[in-house]
Nanobody, 115 residues
């Protein structure tokens, strides 16, 4: 079992920045990839970015060049640095991790962007 706890969400003006953090606990030795998804009201949950255990990254086109995902394996933590936030970025952001045969999710953290 893996538990994921996110932090760092909040309200920011358009153009501003936020940094999300997600700490994993439990059977962290089994974690492979980690990442972030987001879900806006009335929409499906979609991938924002993910990072492999080796550090390879992948981003949704909508956040490339604005968001950066990073990972500290020693701290079992994944980060999402979000810069130049836009009015289309507000959502609940969920931390995700994968182990062989199973996915785990955090409880989500709300990101709100004001004009």
């Amino acid at each position: 079992q893996v538990q994921l706890v996110e932090s760092g969400g909040g309200l920011v003006q358009a153009g501003g920045s936020l940094r999300l953090s997600c700490v994993a606990s439990g059977s962290t030795f089994s974690i492979d990839a980690m990442g972030w998804f987001r879900q806006a009201p009335g929409k499906q949950r979609v991938l924002v970015a993910h990072i492999s255990s080796g550090g390879s990254t992948n981003y949704a086109d909508s956040v490339k060049d604005r968001f950066t995902i990073s990972r500290d394996n020693a701290k079992n933590t994944v980060y999402l640095q979000m810069n130049s936030l836009k009015l289309e970025d507000p959502a609940i952001y969920y931390c995700w991790s994968s182990v062989p045969g199973r996915n785990y999710w955090g409880q989500g953290t709300q990101v709100t962007v004001s004009s």
